[in-house]
T-cell receptor, first 114, second 116 residues
Framework: DTAVSQTPKYLVTQMGNDKSIKCEQNLGHDTMYWYKQDSKKFLKIMFSYNNKELIINETVPNRFSPKSPDKAHLNLHINSLELGDSAVYFC?????????????FGPGTRLTVL | AQKVTQAQTEISVVEKEDVTLDCVYETRDTTYYLFWYKQPPSGELVFLIRRNSFDEQNEISGRYSWNFQKSTSSFNFTITASQVVDSAVYFCALRDSGGSNYKLTFGKGTLLTVNP
């Protein structure tokens, strides 16, 4: 009965590779997010999709491309991985309404680029 | 632009002590929403509370309480009779009413260590 799930939990890869992280939510939410948490624990929004439409696209290298096949899924594809991409990536979801927009987070994916 | 400041980087207490985590926010909006999340050593982010800007009532949930004061732009979090399981990084976050932008702006977090 996991609410927001991410796969994989850990990802170790070489510089220059392309990798994807998958996120799924079963909360019936219509909005999903990707956040990046750096080594100092700072959390920053990257992207957000509402009903499969991109609504937030922060200043993120275009090597990062989110894809939302449906409201319950939001994947993150990263091309040409760099050392600085090493971080924990969190997926979150919410219902996009002013009164019920609490974001619930997945367990995170720890990406290590060697 | 919105900003959240958690001035306490690390706090260390002994079990059963009370501890308050500070959060100060900045926003130009009159309608906004404040949140606290807990990140235990296992790494997940756990939602604790959500507060609307038009509701200044303080809230208590078991050993946890929150003090929201618009006059000082603060939303402080107190743990009473702390326990070792409270050891975690605690994040305060802000969402303003900015159009379609529902992003959360997080503070840098406060690492709370509760020693037995």
């Amino acid at each position: 009965d996991t609410a927001v799930s991410q796969t994989p939990k850990y990802l170790v890869t070489q510089m220059g590779n392309d990798k994807s992280i998958k996120c799924e939510q079963n909360l019936g939410h219509d909005t999903m997010y990707w956040y990046k948490q750096d080594s100092k624990k700072f959390l920053k929004i990257m992207f957000s999709y509402n009903n499969k439409e991109l609504i937030i696209n922060e200043t993120v290298p275009n090597r990062f491309s989110p894809k939302s096949p449906d409201k319950a899924h939001l994947n993150l594809h990263i091309n040409s991985l760099e050392l600085g991409d090493s971080a924990v990536y969190f997926c979150a979801s919410s219902h996009r309404s002013a009164s019920t927009d609490t974001q619930y987070f997945g367990p995170g994916t720890r990406l290590t680029v060697l | 632009a919105q900003k959240v400041t958690q001035a306490q980087t690390e706090i260390s207490v002994v079990e059963k002590e009370d501890v308050t985590l500070d959060c100060v926010y900045e926003t130009r909006d009159t309608t906004y929403y404040l949140f606290w999340y807990k990140q235990p050593p296992s790494g997940e982010l756990v939602f604790l509370i959500r507060r609307n800007s038009f509701d200044e009532q303080n809230e208590i949930s078991g050993r946890y309480s929150w003090n929201f004061q618009k006059s000082t732009s603060s939303f402080n979090f107190t743990i009473t009779a702390s326990q070792v399981v409270d050891s975690a990084v605690y994040f305060c976050a802000l969402r303003d009413s900015g159009g379609s932008n529902y992003k959360l702006t997080f503070g840098k977090g406060t690492l709370l260590t509760v020693n037995p």
